[in-house]
Every structure is written in C-alpha cells, then in structure tokens.
C-alpha cells in the first residue's frame, strides 16, 4: 500500500478517534451514551471545518474503537479492489444471447454450466447484481406486459 493511502487511513481514524473520545468523556461525566452520541452528531469532526456524522454512524465507531481499539477505527480495504465490475460489452451480448436461448433456466445455472464447460467469464460473485440486471433489462424488455422473466 502506497504511504499516502496509509496516511488518509490514519486521518480517517483520527477524526473519528476525536468524536469516540468527545462520546467517551461525555459518557464519564454522567451522560447517557444515547445522549452521547446525539450530543456528538450536532457538530463536525474534528473541528468546525470537519464532517458531520449521524449518531448511528457515530455509535459504529464508539463500538468498534470500544472493542478493537484505534485500529478499528480505520477504514477497510474494499474486498473487490482492483476487480472490474463493469461486463465487457462482448461478454455481455454472448451472455444476452445465452440467456435468450434458455429462458427458462436460472441465471445461476446458466453460468454454472458455462464455467463448467471452459467459458472464461467475470466472477459472478463480484458481479451478480451487474449480470442480473444486464438480462432483467434485456429480456423484461421483449417480454409484453403480462409476462416476465424470472431469473
């Protein structure tokens, strides 16, 4: 990972540090965390020029600073980083093309069976709702109104 990444992770977990501590002290002195937390939401972090976050937002934070410390605060890698999930258009009409030939089966098998027989096709894990979509729209479209396809 690249330093300037590391860097706007720390800073991401500082100015959220900076309202857990503000809910911590506040819960010291006597106040509910509820009313901690809806105290913390009514002004920016860290400072008058910082982000305001909602109270649910800012409970997530209290928890996960709570339980993993400083940490927990920074935020997550995404898990499909560096993983295209647009369908190259050529896939995505032999795809098309596939599906309008068996309607009837469900997309899922479709693309078991296509995996199966060698067919080099993007993760449907990363692109479900992608592919999904791509045959609802085309099919639903060929379709009149009383019909409709079922994936």
Do not use: C
Not at 66 to 85: H, M, T, Y
Not at 102 to 111: G, N
């Amino acid at each position: 990972m690249s330093e300037n990444f590391e860097n706007r992770k720390n800073e991401v977990a500082l100015r959220r540090f900076a309202a857990v501590s503000f809910i911590e002290q506040k819960v010291r002195e006597g106040w509910g965390v509820i009313q901690a937390l809806r105290l913390a939401a009514l002004r920016p972090w860290p400072d008058e020029n910082g982000r305001y976050s909602s109270a649910r937002t800012l409970e997530d934070y209290w928890y996960a600073w709570k339980s993993g410390g400083f940490a927990a605060l920074q935020p997550k890698s995404r898990g499909d980083e560096g993983v295209f999930r647009k369908l190259p258009d050529e896939v995505g009409q032999w795809l098309l093309s596939q599906v309008s030939q068996y309607p009837e089966i469900p997309l899922k098998v479709l693309y078991e069976r296509w995996t199966q027989a060698g067919q080099q096709l993007p993760s449907l894990r990363g692109q479900a709702y992608g592919l999904a979509r791509l045959v609802d729209l085309h099919l639903n479209s060929q379709l009149d109104g009383s019909q409709h396809y079922d994936r």
